[in-house]
């Protein structure tokens, strides 16, 4: 028997060679492993001055600053409380670096040479570039060891000379230096690699949407060929009246298909800005023959889906044509409104103080307004409404989405189903 092949899903997946969350996850644990390396090296120096401070310091500041290293290894390696254990190990520091000075156990006998805070001046520096941003990363990297010099140079801090503090604070500096330009340059370059992959990710998923579109498009004009070349072999044959009913019928699902193909709109599942629409169809409205005024307002950063957008412009456009077809010549006021309203909600309106027409007269079989704004606009998610009457003008109300329906019988708006 053949032994079975295991399943494509069980495969082992690789691994993604670099991101911004892995790399803050190395160095965050190399800082920490970097910081108790330094604490243990420290304690050579920790040992042989401890009887030098009050005992009530030397015991808070030496626990404090080794427990905060501890508790950012810890938290580093478990992936949690990682920034903020990195910033108590920098608060500790600055902490225990201010009060030094005042709890020394005699001050006229201060520690020869370095005190040991000093040979955890890059380590706090380094965990400052992982729990700060750059900038306060780089303040604390210049401020503190000059902190350190300073009371270096004074006499409870070992009375050394002025040129050894400043030595020491810029000796410090360029090594927590070096430490902050490799953080932020290679926190920088794993967050380009991100922003490359997303954006490969998304044009490779806009470029699956598009064949899938294509695709299916292919499928429907294949159906809808299919079905009006059938419709029309089958009335070219039909001799008796149930063959030539049949070939009525068959003609008429073949132009529905043809509608429904026609009024569908691809969905690639890209957006736009209801401010890039807005601009199209007010940029459509001055290019009309006559004269709207034109008015935009509270369009904030709302997003549209392209397929929606492209009937929303459509819808717009068309009322705005009728209007001037049926109208009234130039000397009508016609009027352009797009605005955003509340909910998110998107509203424009198309409206003259022309002829206006019956609602109620309109034709079952006149396919202009409800073809081409109604249903394209109701397709879409929306909704369009008509008001008009004999001698006071037509309004287009185009309204994106709709949460609800709301019919209000009192009013005199009516959503019809015909056109002029």
Known sequence: ????????????????????????????????????????????????????????????????????????????????????????????????????????????????GDHWLYLLTTVATASAAIGLSVRGALVYLFVVPFIYGIIRALPAGGGGPWELGLFNAVYAVILGGAVLV????????????????????????????????????VHVDAIVHDSVLTTFLSAARAESREEKQLAATMA???????????????DDGSTVRFRQVADRIVRAAREMSVPFSIRVRSL???????????????????????SIQHAGGPEVRRWLRVAGVQGGAIEIEVGDAGRGFDLARVPGERLGVRRSIIERVANAGGAAEVRAAPGTGTVVVVRWPVFAPAIDESSAAETIGGAR
């Open 182 to 217: 490799i953080i932020t340059m290679t926190r920088a370059a794993s967050s380009s690699v991100d922003d490359a992959q997303g954006t490969a990710l998304d044009r490779y998923s806009y470029a699956v949407r598009q064949h899938a579109t294509e695709v299916e498009r």
């Open 1 to 112: 028997m053949t032994r079975p092949e295991p399943a494509p899903s069980a495969a082992k997946q690789p691994r993604q060679p670099i991101s911004r969350k892995r790399v803050d996850t190395v160095l965050s644990r190399s800082v920490a492993w970097f910081g108790v390396v330094f604490g243990i090296q420290a304690l050579l120096l920790v040992i042989p001055q401890y009887g030098l401070a009050q005992p009530f310091w030397a015991t808070i500041a030496i626990g404090a600053l080794y427990g905060s290293l501890l508790l950012s290894l810890v938290c580093s390696m478990l992936k949690r409380f990682v920034v903020g254990a990195h910033r108590i190990v920098a608060a500790v520091y600055v902490l225990a670096l201010l009060t030094w000075p005042h709890f020394l156990a005699d001050p006229a006998n201060p520690q020869e």
């Open 300 to 322: 904030d950063t709302r997003i549209v889906p392209a397929a929606q957008a492209e009937a929303l412009y459509s819808a717009s456009v068309q009322a705005m044509v009728n």
């Open 252 to 266: 008429a699902n073949a132009m529905r298909h043809l509608e429904e193909a026609a009024l569908a709109t691809p």
